[in-house]
């Protein structure tokens, strides 16, 4: 591939290595039956790749957001799925940069090593959807308390998290001077809540993405967990969605050169008519189209990580990068599902399951139609729409 492709070739290799002990057939069992690939995400977890971005001084590697895209897509393109676990590379994000120092030493040490899990994030609500500012979500103090009301949906890897970061609001809308003013952060120990006042209700997906419905009645949980100041929690995610945005760019970039790798051998090798089907031009050019694509979101994706990495405002780059890989691979997996003809649909092949993977983010964490909305506006200077 390309020598963008070739950066890191040690953490590539590695990442390769451990992904190669779980196997296709390990992710198609998976898929089949709906359950967690435990196994592989805790091979992750005690090979250090899911701390990678948690400061040596917390037991993490210190590494930048390049390196910890480069994971997310190796895991990727080795024919895994890193929407299982990259919420532990990225979630943790929020609590390093608002965190008291006692919280993150309180915390980031056991996610660090993997004996705490911090891999959901509470912040869509089935009525505001992309408008996190309506949220109705309510933390009101009282005492040393903060009591928890309100509903979230669509918040993943609840049954494979101890804690998740939550979005709510402390202040009601009608009271403050700006709508993005007036929310705030917590850290949710899940276990504990799920005893007094949380219920998680799993909604069944055409991907095997663990997701749940979320309801919250009365749940109480110590002063001590919000993050940050009262009020400024809305800020404080926006700081984590370029991170966010960009790695799951890299993970779209992994299943771009997953889908080309196979139906490139598969053209090469299939014949039809007397001829292998990649000697016509009808075959090549789609297949080298999306390889483009891919090429150019990778380096945007550098370019997001770049900015990010030297504390420089990357917002644009990181929301284009996310736009570009999730269109170019949505767009290879197309390609490879058509060139693969009927066997593309048998789930032996494991592309329907690539193919289904990678569809979802062309709607989340953010969806195209933002991401344009973002551009048009922020960068273009045209009105705004909403």
């Known amino acids: 591939m390309s020598p963008a492709d070739q950066t890191f070739p040690d953490i590539r290799e590695a990442v390769r290595d451990l992904c190669a002990q779980f196997p296709d057939e390990y992710h198609r069992q998976i898929d089949e039956q709906r359950t967690y690939p435990e196994a592989f995400v805790n091979a992750l977890t005690e090979a250090g790749w899911l ?32 929407g299982a676990c990259h919420g532990q590379m990225y979630n ?13 030493q309180f ?19 089935p009525t505001t959807g992309t408008d ?30 101890d804690w998740m970061i939550l979005l709510a609001r402390t202040t009601p809308l009608s009271e403050v001077k700006r709508k993005s003013e007036g929310m705030s952060i917590f850290m949710v120990d899940l276990r504990e809540a799920e005893k007094s006042g949380l219920t998680v209700r799993p909604i069944p997906n055409m991907v095997n993405h663990e997701t749940n419905e979320l309801f919250f009645e009365n749940l109480e949980i110590p002063a001590e967990n919000l993050i940050g100041e009262e009020g400024q929690g809305f800020k404080y995610i926006l700081d984590g969605l370029n991170a966010e945005r960009t790695l799951i760019a890299a993970e779209c970039i992994g299943d771009g050169y997953w889908f080309i790798d196979r139906v490139s051998r598969y053209a090469k090798d299939r014949e039809v008519f007397g001829r292998a089907i990649g000697q016509n031009q009808g075959v090549q050019f789609p297949i080298a189209e999306s390889y483009i694509e891919i090429e150019a979101a990778n380096l945007m994706r550098y370019e997001a990580c770049r900015r990010f990495d030297a504390h420089e405002a990357c917002g644009p780059q990181a929301n284009m990068a996310k736009y570009l890989a999730a269109k170019a691979s949505w767009e290879a997996a197309n390609v490879c599902l058509q060139y693969h003809g009927g066997f593309g ?37 045209l009105p705004r729409s909403f």
Request: hydrophobic letters at 35%; a positive charge; aromatic letters at 8%.
């Open 51 to 82: 701390a990678a971005m948690i400061p040596q001084e917390y037991g993490g590697s210190g590494l930048g957001l390049t390196e910890a895209s480069v994971i997310m897509e190796e895991i990727n393109r080795s024919g895994g799925n890193s």
């Open 92 to 104: 943790m994000g929020t609590l390093l940069r608002h965190g008291s120092e006692a919280q993150k």
């Open 107 to 125: 915390y980031l040490p056991k996610i660090a090593s993997g004996e705490w899990r911090l891999q959901s994030m509470g912040v869509t609500e």
């Open 132 to 161: 996190t500012t309506k949220i109705k979500t309510t933390a009101v103090k009282r005492g040393d308390r903060y009591v928890i009301n309100g509903q979230k949906v669509w918040i993943s890897r609840v049954q494979h998290s």
């Open 345 to 381: 649909f048998a789930c032996e092949y494991d592309i329907e399951r690539k193919f289904r993977e990678t569809r979802l983010y062309q709607v989340a964490p953010i969806s195209t139609n933002l991401i344009l909305s973002y551009v048009a506006e922020h960068i273009l200077g």
